[in-house]
């Protein structure tokens, strides 16, 4: 999960009953794999004494930075949208190497044909 990261900050108040999130995520960023996958990636804590939820920001390798309310958001599912955002880095990284251009762009009408060597299903088939 950290490999696609260059920061994480995690805040919240200790006092503050919705901190599982915040907690859970913190020991995720903590784990000897999180922390294998990307040494360099700097996480923050910030035990705050006043009344700001809890509240996790990820910081991506890209410069792109995204906050989450841990008190709604948990961290399973903030793990989730990390490694989903990572794939698409990944996959946006190997078109620029490979000099093509990105966002890939498909035509309208390109969208409609069937992919080669898949037969389309009949109609008796699908209802089965």
Same mark, same amino acid.
């Given at each position: 999960?950290?490999?696609?990261?260059?920061?994480?900050?995690?805040?919240?108040?200790?006092?503050?009953?919705?901190?599982?999130?915040?907690?859970?995520?913190?020991?995720?960023?903590?784990?000897?794999?999180? %922390? =294998?996958?990307?040494?360099?990636?700097? /996480?923050?804590?910030?035990?705050?004494?006043?009344? &700001? +939820?809890?509240?996790?920001?990820?910081?991506?390798?890209?410069?792109?930075?995204?906050?989450?309310?841990?008190?709604?958001?948990?961290?399973?599912?903030?793990?989730?949208?990390?490694?989903?955002?990572?794939?698409?880095?990944?996959?946006?990284?190997?078109? %620029? =190497?490979?000099?093509?251009?990105?966002? /890939?762009?498909?035509?309208?009408?390109?969208?409609? &044909? +069937?992919?080669?060597?898949?037969?389309?299903?009949?109609?008796?088939?699908?209802?089965?």
């Amino acid at each position: 999960m950290l490999k696609f990261l260059s920061k994480v900050k995690i805040e919240y108040n200790a006092l503050d009953p919705r901190i599982a999130s915040c907690m859970e995520f913190m020991a995720q960023c903590n784990s000897r794999k999180a %922390r =294998e996958s990307n040494p360099a990636c700097q /996480v923050e804590v910030k035990r705050r004494t006043d009344e &700001h +939820p809890p509240q996790i920001t990820v910081t991506f390798v890209n410069g792109v930075e995204q906050a989450f309310d841990a008190t709604s958001t948990p961290a399973q599912s903030i793990r989730t949208m990390i490694l989903e955002k990572g794939q698409t880095l990944e996959t946006e990284q190997m078109f %620029r =190497e490979a000099g093509e251009s990105w966002p /890939v762009i498909i035509p309208k009408e390109e969208l409609s &044909h +069937p992919a080669p060597g898949v037969k389309p299903r009949k109609a008796e088939e699908k209802k089965q």
